[in-house]
């Protein structure tokens, strides 16, 4: 496989995130969103109660009821197209969780030098990864996940290894949780074309405050405060802001903001919507039901679809 089409798949892989810093077959790991997260723009490092929050911060797993599950559709640009399986339970000392991913980048054309077609070939990324969370004191919990990840293009391949660590801290006399996560840092196994790529090392604080006498959760990050080769201004501009709003007992609306798209736009690309993420849920005990359209750019458009179900309550309700 020529050089050329190896930069059209890296170049395919951050489409799916077009605030990437750097190509790497690694980014893939920055996509693996649920509909509800998208919704508030990834601001969902403090968030309780959610089994699919495992991925931001592993600390979050003892305030999620055990026995969840949940699945994830995500209809990226090009024909991008990914799924996220997340699972929570409860063990006899501590809380476990796990998920994995799989993302496709489509099919491609295999040339030769002079850009003869030689027949196809295919792109993808899976990741795995098992989690332990516990309480350490009153309302505080920590976490820590261990992962794999591997991205394939055509008959060569990348992987890595890879840990996330965070902590969780509930106020719940004042309706408010404060989380903090490191995000995959690790090594590399495998090296593509003998070519190092580095990890989208990620550090998150947050914080999630239901508001009194109104049915809307505020959650407000910083994130990406590892990037490389930034100022403090320019790391606190990777902020994301989502609101949640209930609408009865069944209906949540949710919009989130994520500036580092934004900033990363351009003029040609950007609009006063680039950023944005809209989205709605459907809560019943059993089972949630949520999508989410994300607008990267003028022309890129995410759509997500997850389904939650509470397998507790669903083998157990008559």
């Not at 516990?134 to 991205?151: E, L, P, R």
Request: net charge positive; glycine share 10%.
């Amino acid at each position: 496989m020529n050089t050329f089409v190896w930069v059209l798949c890296l170049g395919a892989i951050v489409a799916t995130n077009i605030v990437a810093q750097t190509l790497s077959p690694f980014d893939a790991l920055r996509s693996t969103e649920s509909a509800r997260s998208a919704g508030l723009a990834g601001a969902f490092v403090a968030f309780p109660g959610d089994v699919t929050a495992q991925i931001y911060n592993p600390a979050t797993l003892p305030t999620v009821e055990p026995h969840t599950l949940s699945l994830t559709f995500t209809k990226h640009v090009l024909d991008i197209n990914s799924g996220v399986a997340t699972y929570a339970t409860r063990l006899r000392s501590g809380y476990a969780g796990a998920y994995a991913s799989v993302t496709s980048y489509g099919t491609f054309t295999r040339t030769d030098g002079l850009g003869n077609a030689l027949g196809s070939f295919s792109a993808g990324s899976v990741a795995l990864a098992v989690s332990y969370a516990n309480q350490f004191d009153t309302n505080a919990y920590y976490g820590v996940t261990i992962g794999y990840v591997q991205t394939t293009i055509d008959r060569v391949a990348a992987s890595a290894l890879v840990a996330n660590v965070g902590i969780l801290y509930q106020l719940p006399h004042i309706r408010t949780t404060i989380g903090a996560s490191f995000r995959y840092l690790g090594i590399q196994l495998a090296r593509m074309n003998g070519q190092d790529a580095s990890l989208p090392t990620d550090v998150r604080v947050g914080i999630s405050h239901r508001l009194r006498g109104l049915p809307l959760l505020v959650n407000l990050n910083l994130t990406r405060l590892a990037e490389d080769r930034m100022t403090l201004g320019e790391r606190l501009r990777n902020f994301t802001l989502g609101g949640e709003l209930y609408l009865g007992k069944a209906l949540q609306v949710r919009i989130g903001y994520d500036n580092a798209i934004r900033v990363s736009q351009s003029s040609a690309t950007a609009s006063f919507l680039t950023g944005m993420g809209v989205g709605v849920g459907i809560v019943f005990p059993e089972f949630t039901l949520d999508y989410t359209l994300t607008i990267m750019s003028t022309p890129a458009i995410v759509h997500r679809v997850s389904c939650g179900l509470a397998l507790e309550r669903l083998f157990t309700n008559p």
